[in-house]
């Protein structure tokens, strides 16, 4: 029946009959002419009958007579328009082959697309062997990871704005509840008696039942995903962040070493050249003349923490904190002998200030501060303090009247903030030690990132964690290293013009708030003593020698980590390292949790078999497990963001299941690591996550490895005794990897059946 209907619609020949009306003056006239026009309808209808049973009954016609037959009857049908409806149809269709399908419908069917493959990536790694399955199909996966490469490539196109893929990327999935559970127990199995596991077992069991609380709990966290772009990003920012009641230093901000290759001394000089770096880099920012960051230079990954690295502000609240921005701002803050400086950085007609106008700005800061003296009443100690007390003693500034309100806006609306300390050390140890714990009241911890320039023309940076990750401010360090390459490596011009004198943001300080000052210049003293540093340098291999052990490089540091801490403590901790999940959209980190059956089980190899061959297939094996976790994080299939978002959905409805309250749970991550994204310098560091255990960054490179160290001195452990126990475990480590033997599979499985 539809068939017939709509050849209905295709050409009917014209039904051609001519009709004479002759001009009737009487009433028989008139009947005649009814007559014969009613006769005429009935004719037409007939044929029209007749025209139509043959139409359905004949065969299909050639689809291009058919085509063409249309198109004239259309144009003829056009012709006939008056000319203005006409001018608006083409240039409807105009606007429609020429704009619409290009730029409108084209673009959005290849992100659509896009967001597609990139959100199916897993493909790649099936069945290759991380599964149990004996890996059969690597030259599968090589072929597989080439198609997928090869389509996002083609599908991202050539030259991309530095935001043009943010609409491409996924949103970051929601994890299956058993398998988040399966991994869960597997990671906190060589942490508990075998009584407690028994009890965290039960737990999670109960967790999992069909009708049981952890379902109901999933269920709403999928349904909130739904809603958010990323639905970890808010909670994280808070629950991890901005209601912590720490103070910054130490406990959440981290430090970065500069490069030993710097082409100048001079303090006035590398401030100016950092600067130039860095509004160099937001211009492409602001133009987004920067491509997107991308994996292997294919895959793209979200940009939007950019979006913050200037002009960024973390204020301090009495419960929680909140994080502005002000990207538009064109003045930098410059503290110096305690006191706050401001100057622009952009001329009236928006260019920036030239290199040497901006050694003329330092110059003159340093002249004014060296004439006023070291700040008796230093407000950046408050930044330092807990943020409780740094809310309640900024509200008692900004109520001493306008001019310290706005002095406080000026300060926390700056691009960022630079430093200039008048120490002079050399030593990588001692740039590390005054950049993360140094001269607080020289600091202004709240900013998005400070630049730390010393006397002798080295520069650092202690950074703000909550508004971004590591990477992005890395990746500016890196962009302004090259930036003062060219500058040192030019002539310089003289400054010319006449520029506003630096100003000196002051405010006014009563008896109450000078008191509370002095308290927080004695905690941050106490927190100064407090904690241990230990920058260390493994010179015997680096990445070079690992990978001709084919293992990861990060996977073996990692197990080598693991083996130094059991030897010391003769026990295995919950151990944090960081693992991006940028490839979706406004993602942050997901935590890998690098102790594992197969870990324990290579560690207490180590010490307890004699077999080489064993220990080999036991590392390979750890290291396998620990390549497999991390891809699976970076894939948004952790543990620890997915429960920590179903943690909070149970607090919201007042839930309060056991696997919270297990000590499975409650474990602390006594063993926090890193791998610092540098690409000059010897990396940076970070404070211990728990009281009891220590902070570990590490940079990898080819013939060398650094370690980056911290503990707690009131926790007993020692950073010099675990450096030298990482330098042992590797040593081992190397030992076992160095002679070309292999072994049966049998024998590895007996020995794990052996430790277990």
């Not at 706005?406 to 903030?417: D, H, N, P, R, V």
């Not at 890395?474 to 302004?480: G, I, K, T, V």
Request: hydrophobic share 40%; charged share 25%.
């Amino acid at each position: 029946n539809t068939l017939e209907w709509v050849r209905l619609f295709r050409p009917v020949p014209k039904i051609n009959f001519k009709m004479s009306f002759l001009p009737h003056s009487d009433e028989e006239g008139l009947k005649l002419t009814a007559n014969s026009m009613a006769e005429a309808v009935a004719h037409a209808k007939s044929m029209a009958k007749v025209t139509a049973d043959e139409i359905i009954a004949s065969p299909k016609e050639n689809a291009a007579e058919t085509f063409a037959a249309r198109a004239a009857n259309t144009l003829e049908w056009v012709n006939t328009l008056p000319m203005s409806y006409r001018i608006a149809g083409a240039t409807a269709f105009v606007s429609t082959v020429f704009y619409l399908l290009p730029y409108q419908v084209l673009p959005f069917a290849r992100t659509a697309a896009l967001r597609i493959v990139l959100s199916f990536s897993g493909f790649i790694y099936k069945d290759s062997g991380q599964d149990g399955k004996a890996p059969k199909t690597s030259s599968r996966i090589e072929f597989r990871k080439k198609a997928y490469l090869a389509m996002v490539w083609l599908l991202c196109g050539r030259n991309p704005k530095l935001y043009s893929l943010q609409s491409t990327l996924p949103r970051l999935p929601v994890p299956s509840l058993q398998s988040t559970c399966d991994k869960y127990l597997a990671s906190v199995r060589p942490l508990l008696s075998d009584v407690e596991f028994e009890r965290t077992r039960v737990a999670v069991a109960e967790f999992l039942k069909k009708d049981g609380i952890g379902r109901k709990l999933q269920s709403n966290l999928k349904k909130y995903s739904w809603t958010k772009d990323n639905w970890m990003e808010e909670w994280w920012e808070k629950f991890a962040y901005l209601r912590g009641r720490t103070p910054l230093p130490v406990y959440s901000n981290w430090y970065g070493v500069d490069r030993s290759d710097s082409n100048t001394d001079s303090q006035v000089k590398r401030a100016a050249s950092i600067i130039t770096g860095a509004l160099q880099f937001k211009k492409s920012l602001d133009t987004e003349s920067m491509e997107p960051m991308r994996f292997m230079n294919i895959v793209p990954v979200c940009m939007h923490q950019y979006t913050r690295l200037f002009g960024t502000n973390r204020a301090p609240g009495r419960e929680e904190d909140k994080l502005t921005t002000e990207g538009s701002s064109r003045h930098i803050l410059v503290m110096c002998k305690g006191h706050p400086f401001v100057f622009d950085v952009y001329h009236k007609n928006g260019s920036r200030l030239t290199f040497a106008e901006l050694q003329t700005q330092i110059s003159a800061v340093l002249k004014k501060a060296s004439e006023i003296g070291v700040n008796k009443s230093p407000v950046g100690i408050f930044t330092s303090w807990d943020r409780t007390n740094w809310a309640e003693a900024r509200e008692l500034i900004l109520a001493e009247g306008a001019d310290n309100s706005e002095a406080i806006k000026t300060i926390e609306s700056a691009l960022f903030g630079l430093c200039l300390d008048d120490q002079s050390p050399n030593e990588d140890q001692d740039l590390a030690q005054l950049t993360f714990i140094g001269n607080g009241t020289n600091r202004w911890y709240d900013k998005c990132f400070q630049v730390v320039i010393f006397a002798n023309g080295r520069a650092c940076c202690n950074t703000e964690h909550s508004w971004a990750d590591a990477p992005i401010v890395s990746h500016l360090f890196a962009f302004m290293h090259d930036v003062e390459d060219q500058l040192f490596g030019s002539p310089e011009e003289p400054s010319t013009s006449s520029l506003p004198q630096p100003r000196a943001v002051s405010l006014s300080v009563t008896e109450e708030i000078s008191s509370r000052m002095s308290k927080a210049t004695q905690d941050y003293q106490t927190l100064h003593d407090s904690i241990q540093l230990k920058l260390y340098k493994f010179e015997s291999f680096g990445k070079g020698f690992i990978k001709k052990c084919k293992v990861s490089p990060d996977a073996f540091i990692q197990m080598a980590l693991q083996l130094a801490y059991y030897r010391l403590h003769g026990e295995f901790v919950l151990t944090y390292e960081s693992a991006h999940t940028r490839q979706f959209l406004r993602g942050r980190t997901e935590a890998v949790r690098s102790v594992s059956p197969d870990s324990a089980a290579f560690v207490q190899a180590v010490d307890s078999i004699s077999s080489n061959h064993t220990k080999v297939h036991l590392l390979r094996t750890a290291c396998q497990a620990h390549v497999q976790y991390v891809r699976d994080a970076m894939q948004g299939s952790g543990v620890d963001r997915h429960l920590l978002g179903l943690k909070i959905l149970s607090v919201y409805f007042g839930d309060d299941p056991a696997i919270f309250r297990d000590k499975g749970w409650q474990c602390e991550w006594k063993l926090s690591t890193s791998q610092t994204p540098v690409q000059r310098g010897p990396g940076g560091g970070f404070g211990p996550v728990s009281t009891e255990g220590y902070g570990v960054s590490y940079l990898v490179k080819e013939d060398f490895l650094v370690f980056h160290t911290t503990a707690w001195k009131q926790s007993g452990k020692n950073v010099d005794t675990l450096c030298k126990a990482i330098d042992q475990a590797l040593l081992d480590m190397r030992a076992i990897c160095q002679p070309k033997v292999g072994m049966s599979r049998s024998d590895s499985e007996q020995a794990l059946d052996i430790l277990s």
